[in-house]
């Protein structure tokens, strides 16, 4: 959603605002003396341009943009108010996470999406020591956050959805451990912009 209420869902056309960039400009300062070797990033404007700053201090790492990081798919209701959305899910009666609006994928889609997507980089880079860098959106990244946090997210309500929510350029740190499980190290760290 933007500052206008509007669903961004997975529309490319929209950019980064200027409050956007400096926050982007903030995460790349901080993270300008990570070593990071390799960037998985949305194709959607605003995530593109948020790594496109952030790599802007590491020349040497390889980037891929891929349709798996994209934000849910809101269907019908893209580019629409928000509270139209909201009250069609609450008509249908489903809970949150199963509701799939037409033409879109429901948020428990969205989040498996990318649940199997991280799988398949975990398998890549085990036992690399490596340092990847997602860039996505926040519905879709509150999934992954739940699922390396092992909160099933069936479970959850509004209350436990904003707390793994991440705010905008918020670092979350999923680490790997020795049996390749994820494990939720930090989440919606936002000190760089403090």
């Known amino acids: 959603m933007n500052t206008s209420g509007i669903i961004q869902g997975a529309l490319s056309k929209s950019d980064l605002t200027t409050l956007g960039r400096e926050q982007a400009t903030k995460l790349a300062d901080r993270l300008s003396n990570i070593k990071i070797d390799a ?10 341009q948020t790594a496109e700053i952030i790599l802007a201090k590491h020349s040497d790492t390889s980037i891929e943009f891929t349709d798996q990081l994209k934000e ?17 899910w609450q008509a249908s009666g489903l809970p949150f996470g199963k509701f799939q609006p037409q033409g879109g994928e429901s948020w428990y889609q969205a989040g498996e999406r990318i649940v199997g997507f991280v799988e398949k980089i975990i398998s890549r880079y085990k036992d690399s020591g490596s340092t990847i860098l997602l860039v996505g959106h926040g519905s879709a990244l509150t999934y992954l956050f739940m699922w390396a946090d092992k909160f099933h997210p069936e479970n959850s309500n509004k209350e436990t959805y904003d707390f793994y929510h991440p705010a905008n350029t918020a670092v979350g740190l ?3 451990d020795r049996t390749g499980q994820p494990v939720l190290i930090s989440l919606n760290d936002v000190s760089h912009l403090e």
């Open 39 to 48: 960037a998985f990033v949305s194709p959607l404007d605003r995530a593109r």
């Open 174 to 176: 999923i680490e790997i």
């Open 72 to 88: 849910k798919d809101a269907g019908q209701f893209t580019g629409r108010p928000a509270i139209e959305m909201r009250e069609a």
